[in-house]
């Protein structure tokens, strides 16, 4: 068997095995987020203190919308530690606009950071997470957007062996080509891939919104131990899972409503995450491929290459791939039918020679065709294999089959 066969056929046998994991995956997620997350309005169960760590870099059009929201929240006790890497940074305004707006909100506004790594969200965060006085701490990025009951809903989900709570991310309303991009990916393949690894117990976690237990994190070092990482998420859900704690889904997606957005920089950050989980896990290298435009394309060639749904063949191509389009018993009732007498060369296959077959307007067709309501219209029979043609369908029925003698 050829080699260029050999991958034809186990690209096909992936691409159908890729159709199978997929829908199964997208089963597993639906029937996961209607039985797990799909839950009515939260009510407070428990009131542990929580500290909010929101790492703040710039000014985007939604930025003062998608902060007060935090500043608003339906929880009793809970403080906002907002933190500023640079004095001259223009989000130092927004944040003394809102403490001024919202002064009994328990809030602090942190300025400078602390170099302690690589990583600049951490090196942002600490004099913040150094100054927090809860037990709980929640660090959600600048552009996600709350409702009034999200910190309840992911407290409720921090039960006793719990140690870190996250939330699925997905994409607000917004104007725009880019905006809609986002909500696709955000809405389809992500959450895919995001829910079914949490079934299967596979550690998934983005850094958008995650609620964690602070002793749990100082066991590990605290933050300054993943400041060495770019990957922060990663790593601390990997400690808190190294020490047996087990990890929850909020009922609330983490809303991403960022007002600065292009397709420029949704293709840097898609990029970006691809390196980083190739590095660290090496077998995501085919994850790309569960994305729907390039899985659409490998799903649909692999049906085509396998069925052959009304495929027309040349005599060449067909005679290397001899298990396309017309079948062998198909191919021997046409030369029959034709009156095209069996060659002593002739291929077993078929029953009768190539060379004898006419070369005038023949067509070959997988399957029979009615063409008409009634059944003495007789539709056109494909013998890809030589690309023989039966000819005019109303010819046939007026006289007889001609014999290879009488064709020129």
């Not at 991958?7 to 994991?21: D, E, H, N, T, Y």
């Not at 998934?204 to 998420?233: H, P, W």
């Amino acid at each position: 068997m050829a080699l260029a066969e050999v991958a034809m056929q186990g690209l096909a046998v992936f691409g159908l095995l890729l159709f199978v994991v997929l829908w199964l995956m997208h089963f597993m997620s639906i029937i996961y987020v209607r039985l797990r997350l799909h839950k009515k309005r939260s009510e407070v169960k428990q009131a542990a203190g929580v500290s909010l760590l929101k790492p703040l870099k710039g000014v985007d059009p939604n930025l003062i919308s998608n902060l007060e929201t935090f500043f608003t929240m339906d929880y009793p006790k809970y403080e906002v530690l907002m933190c500023v890497q640079d004095q001259d940074d223009p989000a130092v305004d927004v944040c003394k606009k809102l403490l001024g707006k919202y002064p009994n909100v328990d809030a602090r506004l942190f300025v400078g950071g602390k170099k302690v790594g690589i990583n600049p969200k951490i090196n942002n965060l600490m004099p913040g997470y150094e100054g927090a006085k809860y037990g709980l701490v929640w660090i959600c990025d600048s552009g996600i957007r709350v409702k009034a009951d999200t910190l309840t809903d992911l407290t409720n989900q921090m039960t006793e062996k719990v140690g870190l709570v996250h939330g699925l991310p997905y994409v607000a309303d917004r104007q725009g080509f880019a905006a809609t991009l986002e909500q696709v990916y955000f809405g389809t393949s992500h959450p895919r891939s995001y829910i079914s690894a949490n079934v299967m117990g596979i550690k998934c976690v983005t850094g958008m919104s995650c609620l964690m237990r602070k002793d749990v994190l100082d066991q590990a070092g605290g933050l300054v131990a993943f400041a060495q990482y770019i990957a922060e998420d990663y790593f601390m859900a990997k400690a808190i899972a190294d020490r047996g704690w087990k990890f929850s889904m909020a009922t609330q997606v983490a809303l991403q409503n960022s007002g600065s957005y292009s397709i420029g920089q949704f293709q840097s950050r898609l990029i970006r995450w691809t390196k980083l989980r190739i590095n660290m896990l090496p077998g995501t290298v085919l994850e790309p491929v569960s994305e729907c435009f390039l899985a659409s394309l490998i799903i649909g060639w692999a049906a085509h290459y396998v069925f052959r749904a009304d495929v027309r063949l040349s005599p060449s191509w067909t005679l290397r791939w001899p298990g396309s389009s017309a079948s062998p018993w198909r191919c021997r009732s046409s030369c029959r039918r034709f009156g095209i007498p069996p060659s002593a060369g002739a291929p077993a296959a078929t029953g009768c020679d190539a060379a004898a077959l006419p070369r005038r307007s023949w067509t070959c067709s997988r399957r029979r065709r009615r063409r008409r309501r009634d059944w003495r219209v007789v539709s056109r029979t494909i013998c890809a294999h030589f690309g023989a043609n039966v000819g005019d369908e109303a010819a046939r029925r007026r006289t007889p089959p001609l014999s290879l003698s009488a064709q020129t």
